[in-house]
């Protein structure tokens, strides 16, 4: 139950919030906690250099027939002065954790001796209890403070400052951490990031497999046991649907492929009828139509084992099987302009199928061009044909629908010239089964003709 639960996308987004937020807020927390700390120490050295200088200015400003008066209100109130003692041979120099203090002291008190912590300090009273709940904590320097120095008369004193159980007077409110900030938006702008890739991760596969079904429709199928559930269940459905127009596509194909077999018999039997027909003119006009019948048969057969059968590839050489084609091209009368690399262009496919397609192509070209080109290059992890001629084009409107099965543009074309109109849908079709896409533009103007380009990938 926990485990389908956590493969949910929606529980997955929110323990990455909840998580995120959570360590954000933490470092975040430490950050402004050690802040406090050293604006609370801070405010502590300023109390305790107020309190110091305040004692000193008024011992200075007391006759030293007072001091003793004085020195007793002080002791009352926390603090011990002792007058005409000097600072001990061995009286340490400024500790390290006490600089900040003694920045503060120095330029008040220019002969200032030495500045000692809890250590030197004599035990006159009982040390504080350590903090509890509520309680303020003590501070770093300790609970004491010694400081030996003199007055104006040049009379050696001592202040011993008990402060550590005190908590200094509220100062002015510090600056935010910059640094906290900065982490902060970095953990906020992280956890945005993870969430927004969480959720469109999954439809951007959906999204290229969607545009890789429209160029091939046997491409590999989305795997099902990866992602949150909704993320398969999505797959699922998207693989199904791929099953179904493969299926429908396959069908279409086997219904086409058994009426233009069942046909064959009936057309031979016509054929031989044909023969006994005396009047040659119309002899050989039933002759003409039954032969440009028994062609679109025979396409429309090669069309629906295409749609039905998985193609079996093996390393094809597109520089020999191009150049073939086109020496047989010439062979047969027609005059080819040819641009071929010297190198071998090797890919996986059927040899067979990719023949047919040049095939069916420059015979569109020869049909309405004087001297139709190839090419052949790569481009990056690509190969492209390219197939132009010099002929009238296409109208623009028809260039969308000119790929589609039996789809003849007979403007001024005849029978003769047209073909059957599954010429390039065969030609589409076998590039498509090569995980390939082909394409038909008209040349710019004012130059007149076609432009194929047929790209397959590099393998």
């Not at 959720?199 to 959906?206: D, G, M, N, V, Y």
């Not at 084009?393 to 589609?404: A, C, F, K």
């Amino acid at each position: 139950m926990i485990k389908k639960l956590l493969g949910t996308m929606s529980v997955r987004i929110f323990l990455i919030t909840v998580i995120g937020i959570l360590l954000t807020a933490t470092v975040v927390s430490m950050l402004g906690q050690r802040d406090s700390r050293e604006n609370e120490t801070r405010l502590r050295d300023q109390f305790a250099f107020d309190r110091i200088e305040s004692m000193i200015r008024i011992l200075e400003a007391t006759v030293p027939e007072k001091r003793s008066e004085i020195q007793d209100v002080f002791k009352r109130m926390g603090s011990h002065v002792t007058v005409g003692v000097e600072p001990p041979q061995n009286a340490p120099l400024i500790p390290a954790e006490l600089a900040n203090l003694n920045n503060l002291l120095v330029p008040e008190i220019a002969d200032l001796i030495s500045l000692s912590k809890a250590s030197h300090c004599a035990p006159r009273r009982p040390p504080l209890p350590p903090p509890g709940f509520g309680a303020p904590p003590p501070h770093p320097h300790g609970q004491c403070l010694a400081v030996y120095t003199h007055l104006e008369d040049n009379t050696p004193i001592l202040i011993e400052l008990h402060y550590g159980g005190r908590r200094p007077p509220a100062g002015p409110p510090h600056e935010r951490n910059p640094l906290a900030i900065v982490l902060a938006l970095l953990g906020l702008i992280s956890i945005i990031w993870a969430v927004a890739s969480v959720a469109t991760q999954p439809l951007r596969k959906l999204a290229n497999a969607a545009l890789q079904l429209a160029h091939n429709i046997e491409h590999a199928p989305l795997p099902e046991n990866e992602g949150s559930t909704e993320v398969r269940h999505a797959a699922k459905a998207f693989n199904e649907m791929q099953r179904s127009i493969l299926k429908h596509i396959q069908e279409r194909g086997f219904i086409l492929g058994a009426i233009a077999h069942d046909l064959q018999t009936p057309l031979t039997r016509l054929r031989l009828r044909l023969e006994k027909v005396k009047d040659q003119d119309l002899k050989q006009g039933l002759i003409k139509d039954l032969t440009a019948t028994q062609e679109m048969v025979r396409e429309g057969l090669d069309f629906a084992r295409l749609c039905g059968e998985n193609i079996h590839k093996s390393k094809v050489d597109l520089t020999a099987l191009a150049t073939a084609v086109c020496d047989d091209f010439e062979d047969a009368g027609h005059a080819m302009n040819t641009s071929l690399p010297p190198e071998s262009i090797t890919i996986l496919g059927s040899a067979h199928l990719l023949t047919r397609c040049l095939t069916n192509l420059l015979n569109n070209a020869v049909a309405y061009a004087q001297t139709p080109a190839l090419s052949l290059h790569t481009e990056g992890k690509q190969v492209i044909f390219i197939i132009s001629d010099d002929g009238p084009g296409i109208p623009p409107q028809e260039l969308n629908n000119v790929l589609e099965p039996f789809r003849r543009l007979e403007d001024s074309r005849s029978r003769q010239t047209g073909g059957t109109g599954l010429g390039l849908a065969i030609a589409r079709m076998i590039v498509e089964k090569h995980g390939g896409k082909l394409s038909i533009n008209n040349k710019p103007r004012p130059a007149s003709g076609l432009v194929i380009n047929i790209t397959l990938p590099l393998q």
